[in-house]
């Protein structure tokens, strides 16, 4: 499975090890990855706890769409996306993408597409606990490209 | 028939006692269907989606559809 919406805390290294394990070695000569954690502040605010509330069904359509749209625009040989959902603690990891192909740059570039075109398309919705206790939703991402 | 409603998010959490479910005689837009689901206003910025496909609020919608809404995507 090429997405993984998961509801509890993941390894990223585990989760691309245990992907690679089933394809064939020597396939493939670049990896790529990328992984996005949590940080304990935003906007000027210090933040202790975010929950991440998706659309199951048209969330995981989406990322799987993005993944379809990398395979058309560069030759690559396989691609993960995972994504956390629930209560999240700073630190733990957010989304791991990750894109295997026979040479760097069509991984690199993809894995990039990934993360830029799932912060657009994939219905996602952050809500934070600020360090006084009160809750607020994100209102939009920051700029992936600048 | 009808066509079922969900809101997600900050503005699951903003409209008072929204429909789940519209007749869908009574609506031909997406437009429609949030008139008929509740009474607040549309705020801007909302984003839209029938059976799990992002769509424009003026698109027609069908009997037995899923239109949901929600606000700006902040996923990643």
Not at chain 2, 16 to 43: C, F, R
Request: glycine content about 6%; some cysteine; charged content about 25%.
């Amino acid at each position: 499975m090429p997405v993984l919406i998961k509801p509890e805390s993941f390894d990223p290294a585990s989760l691309q090890k245990a992907h690679e394990a089933s394809m064939s070695a020597g396939d493939f000569g670049a990896t790529a990855s990328f992984t996005g954690t949590m940080r304990n502040f935003n906007e000027g605010d210090d933040v202790t706890g975010m929950m991440l509330e998706h659309y199951p069904g048209m969330t995981e359509k989406e990322l799987e769409a993005v993944i379809s749209d990398a395979r058309s625009k560069w030759d690559i040989q396989d691609a993960l996306i995972v994504h956390r959902v629930g209560d999240i603690s700073p630190g733990e990891p957010i989304v791991l993408t990750v894109v295997w192909s026979a040479h760097r740059a069509a991984a690199f570039d993809a894995c990039r597409f990934l993360m830029e075109a799932l912060k657009s398309r994939a219905p996602f919705w952050k809500k934070e606990t600020l360090k006084d206790g009160s809750h607020r939703w994100v209102e939009k991402n920051t700029p992936g490209y600048s | 028939m009808t066509i079922r409603v969900k809101f997600f998010a900050s503005l699951r959490e903003q409209i008072t006692d929204p429909k789940t479910e519209v007749d869908g005689a009574l609506v031909k837009t997406i437009s429609d269907v949030w008139k008929q689901a509740t009474d607040h206003p549309m705020p801007p910025h909302v984003l839209c989606s029938v059976n799990l496909e992002h769509k424009d609020a003026t698109e027609p919608v069908n009997d037995g559809d899923e239109v949901a809404f929600f606000p700006p995507i902040t996923g990643g």
